[in-house]
């Protein structure tokens, strides 16, 4: 057996013991329920909210369903993007606190492969309960405000899920570079609201920039899809990902010195 297959295992019985792999889809698929939920019954939340004057009434407009899926998105991006930085801030800051790491690095091992390991773990749990959480957004939708094609969906989840692997990527490398998980938290965030702010202010003339990814994957749904920019945004995504990883691979290795005994 590789060292690529022992180290899946071992990540994945992490994952079983802390339970990650049973709440982070949980919270992601809450987060997906709750938009359409929330909006089909506005009308009778605030009615039964009390203190409105007596006959008054609000009329809603029913919004698109496919502005619908775009809230639940929207969700996505501040909590569930916060939810996974928390999750895995101390994915291998963790090990190294906690003296788990000596088992490894005491051992024969190659870092790239560790760093790999914890990234395509940390990633298949992120998108298994992004993609849950669209299913269950996309089922109470098509229940409460109507149809919006399958296909329309798959494309805007497919571009969304370029965004949650690079956003992985900065916490997993973060987590690798930094002491502990508090301060790859602290970095993770700081890095997300730079690139936020970055592409507010210079995002006009930078139509390739990766932070658009959710901009382009919404964009599927209202048919005003740029192929030609989200192509260039997936590839300056991957290869910000391919230098994360060799950052990653990089800081385990050297940072190794700094394990708790």
């Known amino acids: 057996m590789n060292q690529f297959s022992v180290l899946m295992q071992k990540e994945w019985r992490e994952n079983m013991r802390n339970y990650k792999i049973y709440w982070i889809p949980a919270i992601f698929i809450l987060l997906g329920i709750t938009e359409p939920v929330v909006n089909y019954f506005l009308p009778q939340i605030i009615e039964s909210s009390g203190g409105l004057p007596?006959?008054?009434?609000?009329e809603f407009p029913t919004p698109a369903p496919e502005q619908i899926l775009i809230a639940v998105m929207e969700q996505f991006q501040t909590i569930g993007i916060a939810v996974l930085i928390l999750a895995y801030m101390g994915t291998v800051a963790?090990?190294?606190?906690?003296?788990?790491?000596?088992?490894?690095y005491v051992r024969p091992l190659s870092f790239p492969v560790y760093f790999l390991s914890k990234w395509v773990m940390a990633s298949a749990i992120s998108l298994?309960?992004?993609?849950?959480?669209?299913?269950?957004?996309y089922y109470y939708t098509l229940l409460f405000f109507g149809t919006v094609e399958f296909g329309m969906l798959l494309q805007m989840v497919g571009t969304y899920s370029i965004w949650v692997m690079l956003i992985v990527s900065i916490?997993?490398?973060?987590?690798?570079a930094m002491p502990n998980g508090g301060l790859a938290a602290a970095v993770a965030f700081a890095i997300y609201v730079i690139l936020q702010?970055?592409?507010?202010?210079?995002?006009?003339s930078w139509a390739i920039s990766p932070v658009k990814l959710p901009q382009y994957a919404t964009a599927w749904l209202t048919g005003s899809s740029d192929s030609a920019s989200l192509a260039g945004a997936i590839g300056v995504a991957v290869l910000i990902i391919v230098a994360l990883f060799v950052l990653g691979s990089w800081?385990?290795?050297?940072n190794k010195a700094k394990t708790k005994v």
């Open 54 to 58: 007596e006959g008054a009434v609000f």
């Open 94 to 104: 963790g090990e190294r606190k906690s003296g788990t790491a000596t088992l490894l």
């Open 128 to 137: 298994f309960s992004v993609w849950l959480g669209f299913l269950a957004g």
């Open 171 to 176: 916490v997993v490398a973060a987590s690798a």
């Open 197 to 204: 702010l970055a592409d507010g202010l210079f995002g006009t």
């Open 251 to 254: 800081a385990s290795r050297k």
